[in-house]
């Protein structure tokens, strides 16, 4: 059975991959790159992982590799959460010779890790036509800074070429050490977009990617063209920022804290979390992997901090039942810092 | 402050670890155990792990030993879930100096690891009297099986005198070596009930263990003694099977089945696992920890078989959308056993 015979056009609930099929695709699972690898290393156990909203061709891809592998070699399945590059499952790693993971750049290199892209055929040229109408006229302003997410990637090159036959002058750099990219943006770093323009053009789908990106360079106004759910618009922080000083004012007179420590790679930020234990009395240091409101609720505190995924507190936060925070955020509620310094929680650096 | 000054006599969701805090008790912490072993190691991370119903415990047992500890100790608490002896925080284990698991017997020895019973002190005799009307007369049937869970078991030499002054020839065993004490069950496990006796008395909480063990010893009359709810009752195995031949038709004709591989120690049933996958081509191996509805939905296969825990498969099994049965339930789905071989699914020997 192929995987390629039976894409459905339904539309799953994609919100945190970035990945939807509401446009047929083919992904190209590079099933030759992982034959390859299993041969060379007489791999016994392979492992695959896959995005939340891929999860469901798993078994096809599973399929397609048993009738191209020997017929002694065990294919295994992650059933761990996966939103990101940071969900590696470092179990499936240790125990297989051959580990792949779809759909995220790398968070951390490792001979064993295969890392499977799955770059999006989406059409970026007709939602980049649309958001010439929120840039501003060459003529006037010529500069343009450029980013996408890691699914887009692909087309970074057409995107730039693009603009620049239409008179932009782009402006694009790497960011740091946590980006693979030249404009790559996660959802938790931005510095990709640390660039010498007023404007920032993001091309991808999602939420989450434009709003740091607009908190972090408030003076920059931010235009999000979405390929996937093809639509144009100005990135606005203040439903977010209205968002998140309710939160901050919920916390505020908060006696006991839960201090969350997140040990998936890429999140761990112990200093963080050890310095707002060590002086506050008050506050206690909780270390899980998954974050989720089932966990929190047992411990009974009164607030949380999060010092893991920012997105984890930005978007779920509403789902738990007492105000979580972000470690800027837990300043400005036990009144070190003034309101005003409110700003998105970022990543920068590898772990 | 103390951990002993505050207890309340409120009633928590405790049925999953069997410590119910319905009667006012102290658990005693064995705090200075743990701070012996602190010096002793001249350890500087002090990593905590509380079952469910006692994490609400955990920011009082940290505050007592940040008293009792060098200022520059750094205590931390495990926020993954824990049901149960299996669900080791490994990661902490790993990542800190002296690592206490609080309320489980031993499922993995190690140096590192400290273990503190918590032992509930609720008085087992008056409903060890009420369970005489259940017991057959000792001069009609002098043998009787006894046994208990893991938080009774400091009480089990009182429970067995109490027995023996009353006429009663009391049977116990150890059982094999996934057991910790003589006459201990645990969820997944009864060989300790494997006795020269007609009668079994489980002196404990929970329906978990009692159904368990009356499935497993079908020939016995199992007579459950729960101090803790202070009720006598005889094991029915009717509604548990009914549900369970429930879940077990429903899973027939099933065209993709997902084979879940649970990663926990304690959990790990590889042989049982790749047996299925092998034999069966719609068949999926799937590996996880925590195995909840989210985290199967997603893949979309129609039925599932859990090789982890068996206390998943049957007491949550009604909140998965899609059928999920034990590796024996299976067996009956897919034709090769017959529905009269249904039984519980128990775990031997140690991982």
Known sequence: MSHDSDVERTEGDLRNTGMALKHERTWDYEL?????????RSAKKVGLQFPEGLKRRAGRVADDLRELLPADTNVLISGQPCYG???LDTYMMRRTDVFVHFGHSPMKESEKIIYVPLFSNVDVTPIMEESLAELSDPDEQEAVGLVTTAQHMNKFDEMRSWLEDRGYAVETRRGDERLTHEGQVLGCNYASADVDADQILYVGGGKFHPLGLAMEHPEKKVIIADPVNNVVKIADTEKFMKQRYGAVHRAMGSEEWGVIFC?????????????IVEEN?????????????????????????????????TDDGPQFKQPM?????????????????LSFDTFHGTW
């Open 32 to 40: 030759d790159r992982i034959v390859e690898a299993v041969e060379e």
């Open 85 to 87: 590059a940071c969900d």
């Open 263 to 275: 040990t998936k790679i890429g999140q761990g930020r112990w200093d963080v979390a050890e310095e």
């Open 281 to 313: 009395d008050d506050a206690y240091l909780l270390t899980m992997d998954e974050v989720t409101p089932d966990r929190l609720t047992n411990f009974g505190f009164d607030a949380y901090v999060n010092t893991g995924c920012p997105r984890i507190t």
């Open 325 to 341: 925070l972000t470690p800027g955020e837990y300043e400005i509620a036990i009144g070190e810092k003034p309101l005003e310094s």
